[in-house]
């Protein structure tokens, strides 16, 4: 069964203790994709992905080649850790980024963003932030993940606040669509497990300032009927 490409829209600025699931955005493109396909960048964005070669990005050349068009990351299901691709044109702090993408069934992929590479960990190892990529899971795709870190911070349609000692908390929740200020790498990863593919292209990022105000601790309180998130592991009640 083919899958199209559909548009995640990622808007990422200071928010301390508050965050929210991101809401992937479906856009019906043809899957077979081209480099004559990418298309101009909004106003206000800039092209960090040419569709031709992987210029500018920096990652293991057995995972990750330009096919159709997309940034194309493959694993044969033999994989012992995850792996991922850098952009190498500067960390990003506030901003905003649209990237189409296409994922295999049963592929679990993810963009990485505020991020640290971890070359002590293993080969194009990148630990911090991420906004999930998987097939056949509404509630995963698209949730908040923090890689080699607290894993699970917020599925897909809750809204959640994570108070000082870490802990991710679920105050509200909103329909599904089908924190300290920081900044780092941007980066996209091939999963651990079953054989995969995930493609992505139209990658345009926009860059935000960097004074944007930090909510406290304080300013937003965990209410009294919130609930803990569902730790790594388990599913949803």
């Not at 702090?93 to 295999?104: A, C, I, P």
């Not at 999930?132 to 897909?156: N, P, Q, S």
């Amino acid at each position: 069964m083919k899958r199209r490409m559909r548009t995640i829209w990622l808007l990422c600025v200071a928010g301390a203790g508050l965050s929210g699931a991101l809401d992937p955005v479906m856009a019906f493109q043809k899957p077979e994709a081209k480099a004559s396909d990418q298309s101009k960048p909004p106003e206000g964005f800039e092209s960090i992905f040419n569709g031709r070669d992987l210029t500018g990005w920096e990652g293991g050349a057995q995972y990750w080649k330009v096919q159709d068009g997309c940034l194309t990351g493959t694993a044969d299901g033999t994989l012992k850790y995850n792996r991922f691709i850098v952009w190498r044109g500067g960390q990003v702090e506030n901003f905003e980024l649209r990237v189409q993408v296409k994922v295999s069934p049963g592929g679990n992929s993810g963009l990485q963003y505020r991020s640290t590479e971890r070359p002590d960990l293993g080969e194009s190892v990148v630990a911090g932030y991420q906004c999930d990529v998987v097939a056949g899971r509404a509630d995963y795709d698209g949730m908040l993940y923090e890689e080699r870190g607290r894993r699970i911070l917020a599925h897909t349609g809750e809204r959640v606040i994570i108070d000082p000692q870490g802990q991710p908390w679920v105050v509200g929740e909103f329909k599904l669509r089908a924190f300290n200020k920081l900044k780092g790498v941007l980066g996209m990863q091939v999963h651990v497990g079953p054989p995969m593919t995930i493609q992505y292209r139209n990658i345009h990022l926009k860059k935000l300032p960097a004074d944007l105000p930090v909510l406290t601790a304080k300013e937003a309180p965990v209410p009294a009927d919130a609930r803990k998130v569902v730790p790594q592991g388990q599913d949803k009640p």
